[in-house]
């Protein structure tokens, strides 16, 4: 792999906050050993889950952690990803990943699943299907879901199905539309934003797996980390936020090691322009590079106003420092 500068300045012999992690290098603490260990015991007792948490709080890489506990014999996990599909195309996505030759109809592709289920079952195999991004499934999906589990005149159990999403989804399974589905759902697990003692070990864990043999943040900068990524874990750079004040005049296009940022600058009336966007070029790099470990490839800085000495300050909060 070729070094990048923030990997050769920190000592480091991979990126440290990539999400090309192998499931068995993940982090996993005491709080995200027991999601693991819920779901597993609940595909084993092939049980239906529900699995909520905020975007980048690791509900996908629990998935993946779960596929590296369970055993390869006796299960077959399927991971759907793409839940924006109408119900019949959902069907022919889960017989593709099967391994089945997708049928035209709604009704065949659906024969085409549960023959198969019932197959496997046969040879005391029990599927477990994953449907990450579960909130964004179309009603119609959702409301055949519940379909899928009825085996032998709804008697046996011989999937799991483990529904994954955003907080929203528990508010969409507890409407009356959707409740014969809720019914089937053995257990809820919510996954929640890591405290700032967590955030300090994932840093920590993913510097030294990274190969970084010291200390490179202070603690106020994780407990400053903690609070700029409300306890998720996916990187976070300027641009990212929700906040709009904070992130007006502030763009960033940003890729698995490096990041491009376009920032606009409203300068005093008199001040060297050039001066200005040199200083600020420098501690925006010092200041991304440190807190993201993305190399910054790329600062264009566009003076969008000059303030004249006469001028009100009427936003002083959306002006770059
Ligand atoms: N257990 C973990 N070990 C190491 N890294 C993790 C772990 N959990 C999350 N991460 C890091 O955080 C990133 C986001 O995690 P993940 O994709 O699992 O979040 P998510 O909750 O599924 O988000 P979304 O709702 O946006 O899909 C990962 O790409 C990875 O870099
Ligand atoms: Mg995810």
Same mark, same amino acid.
């Given at each position: 792999m070729k070094k990048t500068k923030v990997m050769s300045t920190f000592g480091l012999? !991979?990126? !440290?906050? %990539?999400?090309?992690? !192998?499931d068995k290098d993940l982090w996993l603490p005491p709080s995200k050993r027991e999601l693991v260990d819920e779901i597993v015991e609940a595909v084993s007792e092939r049980q239906s889950v529900l699995l909520t948490g905020e975007p980048g709080t690791g509900k996908t890489c629990v998935l993946r952690a779960v596929r590296h506990r369970l055993? +390869?014999? +006796?299960f077959r996990l399927t991971y759907c990803?793409?839940?924006?599909?109408g119900r019949r195309d959902f069907y022919r996505q889960l017989c593709l990943a099967l391994g089945l030759t997708p049928s035209a109809t709604a009704a065949a592709v659906f024969y085409a699943v549960s023959t198969h289920v019932a197959d496997l079952a046969k040879d005391r195999v029990y599927p477990a299907f994953l449907?990450?991004? !579960?909130?964004? &499934?179309?009603q119609d999906t959702l409301d055949h879901l519940h379909i899928l589990l009825n085996y032998e005149w709804d008697s046996k159990a011989l999937l799991s199905l483990i529904l994954v999403g955003l907080p929203e989804l528990r508010d969409r399974l507890d409407l009356r539309r959707n409740r014969s589905l809720c019914s089937r759902i053995h257990r809820r697990i919510s996954i929640d934003a890591l405290t700032p003692d967590d955030t300090a070990a994932y840093v920590e864990m993913r510097l030294e797996r990274a190969g970084?043999?010291?200390?490179?943040?202070t603690a106020d900068a994780l407990a400053l980390l903690h609070e700029h990524t409300f306890g998720a874990m996916r990187e976070r750079v300027p +641009?990212? %936020? %929700? %906040?709009k004040s904070a992130t007006r005049g502030v763009k960033a296009e940003v890729g698995e090691v490096q990041t491009a940022l376009d920032l606009e600058i409203v300068v005093d009336y008199g001040v060297s322009i050039a001066d200005v966007a040199k200083d600020v070029r420098e501690n925006v790099i010092a200041a991304v590079e440190r807190m993201?470990? &993305?190399?910054?490839v790329e600062v264009n800085i566009a003076v969008s106003d000059v303030k004249l000495p006469d001028e009100e300050e009427d936003e002083p909060e959306t002006r770059l420092q």
């Open positions: 012999n !991979a990126p !440290a906050f %990539s999400k090309e992690i !192998a055993p +390869g014999e +006796g990803h793409n839940a924006t599909l449907l990450d991004e !579960a909130h964004l &499934l179309h970084c043999g010291r200390q490179l943040f +641009g990212g %936020s %929700s %906040s993201t470990g &993305l190399e910054v």
